[in-house]
């Protein structure tokens, strides 16, 4: 899906390629201040390859990327979604959630769920928008010790 309207440069909205995994990984070592096991990303969209999708550039080098998976049956859980810092705040993220969720309605799904820092006030205020509301609060959650929400949204 091709993305020209007044977004520049141009976006395109794809899944998730092997070859994308060093891009995927640098955001995810910036944004999420995590570092996976390269293997991780193509084993995780097996089960749901529409679920991890990417926000290319114009050179189609991922720029953003929300990887989706589906381990519950008809629930989707949002394990990760960055946009390269650099790209923030031009509706990327926006892009990716809203095609997400078309997807999680082809499957009619009836929840999707996330996870989320609690001191990361900017990701909350956008899931807020996007209807999600904290179910849970996980302690400890994170491996410095931080406690997360378990953000839903029911259906899709
Ligand atoms: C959360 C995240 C993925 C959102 O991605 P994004 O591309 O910045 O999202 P958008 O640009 O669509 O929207 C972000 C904000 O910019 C605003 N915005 C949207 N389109 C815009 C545009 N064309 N011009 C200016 N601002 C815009 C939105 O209103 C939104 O405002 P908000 O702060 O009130 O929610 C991004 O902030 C990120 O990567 N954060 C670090 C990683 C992270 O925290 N991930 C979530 C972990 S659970």
């Known amino acids: 899906m091709s993305v020209p ?29 995590e570092h996976y096991d390269p293997s991780l990303y ?15 550039d114009s050179n189609d080098v991922p720029i953003g990327f929300l990887l989706g998976v589906s381990q519950v049956e008809r629930e989707a859980r949002i394990l990760m979604f960055a946009v390269d810092r650099r790209f923030r705040g ?7 959630m809203e095609a997400f969720l078309i997807r999680c309605r082809a499957r009619s799904f009836r929840r999707v769920t996330l996870e989320v820092r609690v001191s990361n006030a ?6 807020t928008r996007y209807q999600f509301s904290v179910v849970d609060l996980l302690r400890a959650y994170y491996s410095d010790g931080e406690n997360g929400y378990q953000m839903a949204r029911e259906p899709p």
């Not at 092997?18 to 070592?29: E, K, L, N, Q, Y």
């Not at 193509?42 to 290319?56: E, I, K, N, R």
């Not at 031009?90 to 990716?96: K, R």
């Not at 900017?122 to 899931?127: E, G, N, P, S």
């Open 5 to 33: 309207p007044d977004s520049s440069p141009p976006i395109t909205l794809r899944g998730f390629r092997p070859s994308d995994v060093p891009f995927v990984a640098t955001i995810v070592a910036e944004a999420l201040q």
């Open 42 to 56: 193509g084993s995780l969209s097996h089960d749901w390859t529409q679920g991890f999708l990417v926000a290319a």
């Open 90 to 96: 031009t509706g990327i993220g926006t892009l990716l």
């Open 122 to 127: 900017t990701a909350i205020r956008f899931y």
